[in-house]
């Protein structure tokens, strides 16, 4: 039997698991529903690999980590299980298959993939020189399993991310790096009827702010900033004291990156009296194409020998993980999870018919990579 044929036969398995997860709500700022969540990974992957994962609390989030194997790992594998869906999303989002569609929150984003890393593991024999990383707070930034997974990819061959695919299947082999800035303004309340010229406007300040902020972006070079949420002042007859702005900055290469950091720090108040304070910066790191192109093809040819249609790319504004670890020289490929569409979006679905064929061809990688030969 071929390993898309075993991979056929594990479909209803997988897709129980990928159903009870779902069924486990884990948004990244619950830490009581985060703690149930990874007891259901730790439990899955015991159920599939025969063993538990370690598991690291940090600031009340549990990462957990199988390393398999005694020997130094070749292949970090990662994943996450924290979503953005609130608690009682499974309400309005239930847990699904209609015609060959599932859905449910956070399914493609990614419990699907993490269900897939597992019984890809397993058809695998539990591979010595893999680790399996799946983190609580990747929808957050990351912000406290950074070092874990920085640490993990470094000095490994591959860096695998089961983000959901791209349009089409595609696998992700380019992400912009994100930065994040909070501009906040002080100006002076004041009565807006009895003594408005006594005030320095907040908002007003904000109004010349967010119109620079949103120049600094370069079209022609992808470079996007996008001032978001905004807020200023206290009451609707008073000249507001504060303010801020909050700014998405995405970019493809890291001069790019700087180059807005350089200017979001040059900012500087137009009203007189009126102080600024930028907060916040860089996040991830952009994931080159570089980073990608040798597992890529790695990929293709391994898609070939499976029989199965050549993968394209494609090159993506969202951030993942897959950036950290390509920011420190780890090469890394991004978007083999499942195949679907609508991630944080009300559509959010995996299709159930290309389960199979990612299984096989994420097996087919990590075999690859750790140089075991042909599979299936
Ligand atoms: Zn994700």
Request: aromatic fraction near 2%; charged fraction near 20%; glycine fraction near 12%.
């Amino acid at each position: 039997m071929d390993l898309i044929e075993r991979m056929t036969g594990r479909l209803p398995r997988l897709l129980a698991d990928i159903e009870e997860l779902v069924s486990c709500e884990s948004p990244s700022t619950d830490h009581a529903a985060l703690a149930r969540s990874s007891d259901l990974v730790a439990d899955l992957g015991k159920r599939h690999l025969g063993v538990a994962p370690e598991r690291i609390d940090v600031d009340g989030r549990t990462h957990l980590r199988w390393r398999l194997g005694d020997g130094p790992t070749r292949v970090l594998v990662l994943g996450h299980h924290d979503t953005v869906w609130p608690i009682g999303s499974l309400t309005t989002h239930p847990f699904g298959v209609t015609d060959g569609v599932l859905r449910g929150p956070g399914c493609v984003d990614m419990k699907a993939g993490v269900v897939l890393a597992l019984h890809v593991l397993a058809e695998l024999g539990v591979p010595d020189g893999v680790t399996l990383l799946v983190t609580a707070d990747e929808e957050l930034g990351s912000p406290t399993s950074r070092p874990l997974v920085e640490g993990e990819a470094a000095g490994c061959a591959a860096a695998l991310v089961l983000e959901s695919a791209g349009p089409g299947g595609a696998l992700k082999t380019a992400r912009k790096g994100i930065s994040r800035y909070q501009v906040r303004v002080h100006g002076r309340a004041a009565h807006a009827g009895l003594d408005p010229e006594r005030g320095v406007n907040a908002t007003v300040e904000l109004a010349h702010q967010v119109l620079a902020i949103a120049a600094l972006g370069d079209p022609e070079r992808g470079t996007t900033v996008t001032p978001t949420l905004l807020s200023a002042g206290t009451a609707a007859n008073t000249v507001p004291a504060t303010g801020e702005v909050a700014v998405d900055v995405r970019a493809r290469d890291a001069a790019e990156q700087g180059r807005v950091d350089a200017a979001m720090r040059a900012l500087r108040p137009v009203l007189p009296g009126a102080r600024l304070a930028v907060l916040g910066g860089p996040n991830r790191p952009p994931m080159a194409a570089s980073a990608s192109t040798a597992l890529f093809e790695r990929a293709v040819t391994v898609a070939a020998r499976l029989g199965l249609p050549a993968p394209t790319s494609a090159a993506v504004g969202g951030g993942s993980d897959g950036n950290f670890t390509a920011g420190i020289g780890t090469p890394t490929l991004d978007g083999l999870g499942a195949v679907g569409g609508g991630a944080h979006a009300d559509d959010e679905h995996v299709l159930v018919d290309a389960l199979p064929a990612r299984a096989a061809l994420i097996a087919a990688l990590i075999a690859d990579v750790l140089g075991s030969g042909r599979l299936g």
